[in-house]
């Protein structure tokens, strides 16, 4: 397939049924939609766990953005002593929560040969999570996974300046050995761990037939902030939504263990929400063509149906009310790019735009709404990361500014909260899809799979300095080797970014076709002649990181997305905002940008801007506005400074 391409009759009854599958940077392009490997069913971060289902007690999951003490003022307890240490029924004893949890009724005797540690088995490696992974608060417990002969009993030891966690478990007895903690043990676990340089230790012992092997160990510093929001993503193939040759937009909604069906049907993908969470665009049919926006705020009701393309994975503004039309992208976008109204389809005047920038692929509007990047297919068809400043008040461009340029196909720009830098895919290998005859075609651009292959960067506006996400593609350094146990870096495309900085980081959610430790394979769904089953993952990036330097830290997986699915472009926004007195955790989640307790000292509640300071996660338009003197403004509102 060529990257100019002549939509004659011909070609579009060729490729009719190819792009109906193929829209929006998804599965293989053959005439039957890609089957989903026989799966049956959702599948949860718990998968192969013996330890119970992965968010019960309580657990918040995720979306939830507690945070300890820091609007209530209350007396804040030490860390490991707050109530998730007697939920899972640990003790706080000198300020450590001390847990003993044996989940899989392991004896006293193996437990003390557990302990002792061994060497039986040379084969026992850690394959997930990865070695310095930053996981955040309130998800779901990750699957911890291994190589190795099949265990009869496992014990882990988690600590930290303010924990000591002591597991057995059962694995599971399928494929490697793998298992979860439970919910309460998970969210104790990560509610008394420190910032840096406090880290979780989690050592691993098994024993395989009375042969003990172990402990193996890895280290993973933990965020000081729960992740909150929402992530829109397209799949293929889901259960949830009919099975083999479904089609739909999915939500994982704060605190489920798997995610809910936004809008299925054929030509419903090639989606993209606003960042305060209010609206949503997507294609609606063959060709991508109509289109259409949808109300987040009112179940996803309709808003205004185009009969055209120009919704198609628009660059929505922060509130959702205008987008800039996509151009060019995967062929079949017509027309130059432009503004228009999400509520009544009208174009609008953009001065310094039109007549400039014709062809703006993938464009997203900065947080704060002052900068737009794009592809700039105008230059070089499709090689180049541009970015202009934008004025809402008189809809006006200015500032052409071209940020990076790479020999592969550049795709999917998003920018960080504050606004200073920008993550972008390269395509570094094309990839070739199924054709209709049995043979195969060159993959569109900017694809997602069809066998090719990426690597995310990031750009710093400021000095045009671009720099692979190393960490985050998984790469041990700068060169080529990996850290990840299949060796298969180089299959991460199409990232978003959370619009508000939590617990000193970024948060970058992408898809990629690597390994997920035992439970599924790299590139898994090739057998189709595509490999046709991406899944989410989740990346930590350092705020304050020096430009050049690789701000990224090792992924995780996101559970509760269908395992067995095709998971892709994962559009991650906060939910919409609270009005004045609905209950609230954080003053993000309000409106006016403040959360306090409602009269004295009862419940949380969003309240109009009061006197004062303002708190972790409230309103602010400089630093000195945060009560906390080491808080930065990010996006307006006060965050944790780096935790580098």
């Known amino acids: 397939m060529r990257r100019r391409w002549n939509p004659s009759l011909t070609v579009l009854l060729a490729l009719a049924l190819a792009v109906i599958v193929a829209a929006c940077g998804s599965n293989s392009r053959n005439d039957a939609f890609p089957g989903s490997d026989g799966g049956a069913g959702s599948s949860s971060g718990g998968s192969g766990s013996s330890s119970g289902t992965p968010g019960d007690g309580g657990f ?189 937009i999915m939500q994982i909604n704060p605190g489920a263990t798997q995610p809910v069906v936004l809008k299925s049907g054929c030509g419903n993908v090639c989606h993209t929400a606003s960042a305060d969470g209010s609206t949503l665009v997507a294609a609606q049919g063959l060709f991508a063509a109509p289109s259409a926006s949808y109300d987040l705020k009112n ?145 569109p651009p900017f694809e997602t799979d069809c066998n090719s292959g990426g690597d995310l960067s990031i750009v710093d506006v400021a000095s045009h300095t671009a720099q692979r996400l190393s960490a985050l593609d998984g790469y041990t350094g700068s060169g080529t080797p990996s850290y990840l146990p299949a060796g298969d870096p180089n299959l991460n495309f199409a990232p978003t970014v959370l619009p508000e900085a939590v617990g000193g980081y970024f948060w970058v959610v992408f898809t990629s076709h690597r390994a997920y430790g035992n439970l599924i394979p790299s590139k898994a769904g090739s057998s189709s002649g595509n490999d046709d089953r991406g899944q989410l993952w989740v990346a930590a990036i350092d705020l304050n990181a020096t430009a050049g330097q690789d701000p990224s830290h090792p992924a995780f997986y996101l559970d509760g997305q269908e395992a067995t699915a095709n998971n892709l472009r994962g559009f991650w926004v906060l939910p919409p905002c609270k009005q004045n007195g609905q209950s609230c955790t954080t003053g993000d989640e309000c409106c006016n940008g403040f959360c306090r307790p409602a009269g004295d000292g009862g419940p949380l509640e969003c309240v109009p801007p009061p006197a004062g300071c303002s708190n972790d996660y409230e309103k602010c338009t400089t630093a000195a506005d945060c009560c906390n003197t080491i808080d930065e403004c990010i996006n307006g509102f006060c965050a944790q400074p780096s935790a580098q």
């Open 60 to 248: 918040g999951t995720f979306g939830d953005a507690t945070t300890k003490g820091h609007d209530s003022g209350s007396t804040v307890p030490p860390l490991g002593c707050d109530s998730s240490c007697p939920a899972a029924g640990g003790q706080c004893i000198n300020n450590v929560c001390q847990i003993v949890d044996n989940a899989g009724q392991i004896d006293p005797g193996t437990q003390g040969s557990l302990q002792g540690g061994g060497s039986a088995d040379s084969t026992f490696k850690w394959i997930y999570p990865y070695d310095q992974t930053v996981f955040p608060r309130g998800l779901l417990p990750p699957t911890l996974q291994f190589n190795g002969t099949a265990a009869d009993a496992v014990y882990v030891h988690i600590t930290a300046a303010s924990l000591d966690y002591k597991g057995y478990y059962k694995p599971s007895a399928s494929g490697g050995v793998s298992f979860a903690l439970s919910g309460p043990s998970w969210t104790a676990v990560v509610e008394a761990a420190g910032s840096l340089p406090d880290k979780l230790t989690v050592a691993v012992t098994k024993s395989s037939g009375g042969q003990v092997t172990g402990p193996i160990t890895e280290t993973w510093p933990v965020a000081q902030g729960s992740l909150r929001g929402n992530i829109y993503y397209e799949t293929y193939g889901s259960q949830l939504a009919g099975g083999v040759g479904s089609v739909a």
């Open 299 to 443: 179940n996803a009701a309709q808003i205004y149906a185009s009969q055209d393309v120009h919704f198609v994975y628009g660059g929505l503004y922060p509130d959702g009310s205008f987008l800039m039309s996509a151009t060019n992208y995967r062929l079949w976008l017509a027309g130059n790019s432009a503004l228009y109204s999400t509520t009544s389809g009208a174009n609008i005047s953009a001065p310094g735009w039109d007549n400039v920038i014709k062809l703006a692929g993938v464009p997203a509007f900065s947080p704060d709404g002052k900068q737009l990047v794009f592809v700039h297919e105008d230059k070089d068809q499709g090689h180049s990361i541009a970015k202009m400043d934008f004025a809402k008040g008189t809809y006006t461009f200015s500032n052409l500014t071209d940020l990076a340029t790479d020999s592969g196909m550049v795709a999917w720009p998003a920018y960080t909260p504050d606004g200073k830098r920008v993550v972008y895919g390269v395509q570094t290998s094309p990839g070739s899809c199924p054709g209709s005859n049995g043979g195969t075609s060159s993959a």
